[in-house]
């Protein structure tokens, strides 16, 4: 569903927020601007990102876990080695 988009007979409920600092004002307005869009549809588009961006956190967290894991393991070795299976092959 597109941000302005309403199913016909349904009312969409609103939000206003007071003592928005400046900074956000600022950038919010820098990408509705750049976007061609107006600060309620920019604030609308950004409120629809926040689960991709805690999704995204979340499995940079699980990936940092997974590296930490791998550089506190040492490596395992094939049994037998790669380079045993291949001359064998070879052997053949």
Same mark, same amino acid.
Do not use: W
């Given at each position: 569903? =597109?941000?302005?988009?309403?199913?016909?007979? &349904?009312?969409?409920?609103?939000?206003?927020?007071?003592? +928005?600092?400046?900074?956000?004002?600022?950038?919010? %307005?820098?990408?509705?601007? %750049?976007? =061609?869009?107006?600060?309620?549809?920019?604030?609308?588009?950004?409120?629809?990102?926040?689960?991709?961006? &805690? %999704?995204?956190?979340?499995?940079?967290?699980?990936?940092?876990? +997974?590296?930490?894991?791998?550089?506190?393991?040492? $490596?395992?070795?094939?049994? $037998?080695?790669?380079?045993?299976?291949?001359?064998?092959?070879?052997?053949?």
């Amino acid at each position: 569903m =597109h941000y302005d988009e309403v199913e016909e007979g &349904t009312e969409m409920p609103s939000l206003q927020i007071r003592d +928005l600092p400046e900074d956000v004002y600022e950038a919010l %307005a820098f990408r509705a601007e %750049a976007e =061609h869009r107006s600060l309620a549809q920019q604030a609308i588009v950004e409120l629809r990102r926040i689960p991709e961006l &805690t %999704a995204r956190e979340r499995r940079l967290e699980i990936l940092k876990e +997974l590296k930490k894991g791998i550089v506190a393991e040492p $490596p395992l070795r094939l049994i $037998p080695a790669a380079e045993a299976l291949v001359r064998e092959d070879r052997e053949r």
